[in-house]
C-alpha cells in the first residue's frame, strides 16, 4: 500500500465501480470502505453498506470481529444459519468456512475487523499463544457490540501514532476475552491429508495443477479427496486454490503492482478472472481496492 497518510490512516470510501454486467444496475450505490493502520501489521478494518449482496463460501486467513449497524443479514456457518442483526457480534475462526447474504429491503451496514492470528496472540496477555476461540459465530451481546463498533470508528480515524492504534486493538482483544466464552475448538473433520493438501496449496497455488495431482498428492482417490478436503475446509480444492490467489492478488495490489500482471502472477488466465474472483470474495473491483 502507498506510503500516504491519507489512504493509510483514513477511511476511503467510494462506490463500487462494477465491471461485470450483472453488478451494474443493482450494486452500483454500494459502499465498502477499507482501513489498513500503520502500526498493527495485517489488520483491516471494513466499513460497508451493500443491499441484495450474497457472498458465496469462503474462508479468511484471520479471525472476523464485527458487527451490524443496519440492516440484517444470513450467515450460514457451521452447518447452521444465523440472522445476524443490530446488537449482535459476529465471531469468526481462522479458516472457518460461511457464506453470507443481506436481508429484506433496508440496507445491511457493518464494521468488522479482518484480524491476524499473530495480532491476537500478541495482546492475548495471559491466554498466551493459544488462538482464542468462540462458542458460537453469533453473539447476542449489545455491550460488545457497541463496544467493537466503537474501537472500529475510533481506529478508523486514529492518527498516525504507535501507542493510539495498539491501544485500541488491546482493548478489542481485552472485550473478546472479557465477554467471550474461549472454548477449545474441535479439531476440523478430515484427518491430516487435507490439511497437508491444503498448506500445500497455500503455497502452490499459482502453480497448474489437477484434482487428481491433489488426491495421489493425499495418497487418495479423486472421489475419496475431494469429500475430505471439503469435510476439513469447507471449500472445494478449487474454490480454496482461488481463494487463495486473491488473497495473494489483494497483498500485490496494495503494493502497487499492475493488476493486469498481478492476475498473471498469482495464476489466473487474465485480469478480467481475476476480477470476477475478486468481486465474489472481497465484495469490490481489484481496481476499487487498491484505491482504497
Known sequence: MAADADLRDRVAAGYLGATGDDMESTRCHDYAAFVRPRFLDGVELVTVSYRDRAFPVHTHD???????????EALNVGGGTHTVSPGQVLL???????????????????????????????????????PLTFASPVLSDPVLADTIAGLHARLSR????????????AALVD???????????????????????????DEHFAEDFGLADLAARAGLSVFRFSHV????TGLSPMAYRNQ???????????AGEPIAQVALD???????????????????????????
Request: hydrophobic share 40%; proline share 7%.
Open 158 to 169: 486514529a492518527p498516525d501514532d504507535r501507542l493510539a492504534q495498539q491501544s485500541a486493538l
Open 266 to 292: 498469482v495464476g489466473f488466465a487474465d485480469q478480467s478472472h481475476l476480477t470476477r474472483w475478486f468481486q465474489r470474495v472481497v465484495g469490490v473491483s481489484p481496481q476499487r481496492y487498491r484505491q482504497q
Open 92 to 130: 469468526l475462526h481462522p479458516h472457518e468456512p460461511h457464506s453470507n447474504r443481506s436481508l429484506g429491503c433496508e440496507a445491511l451496514r457493518y464494521r468488522v475487523f479482518y484480524l491476524p492470528v499473530a495480532a491476537i496472540a500478541a495482546y492475548a496477555g495471559e491466554c498466551g499463544d493459544a
Open 244 to 254: 487463495c490467489r486473491v488473497n495473494a492478488a489483494r497483498r500485490r495490489l496494495l
Open 62 to 72: 484471520g479471525y472476523v470481529v464485527g458487527t451490524v449497524t443496519a440492516g440484517a
Open 229 to 232: 478436503f471439503k469435510a476439513s
Open 175 to 201: 472485550a473478546l476475552i472479557g465477554r467471550t466464552g474461549s472454548e477449545a475448538a474441535p479439531p476440523p473433520p478430515g484427518g491430516d491429508a487435507a490439511r497437508d493438501v491444503r498448506d500445500w496449496i
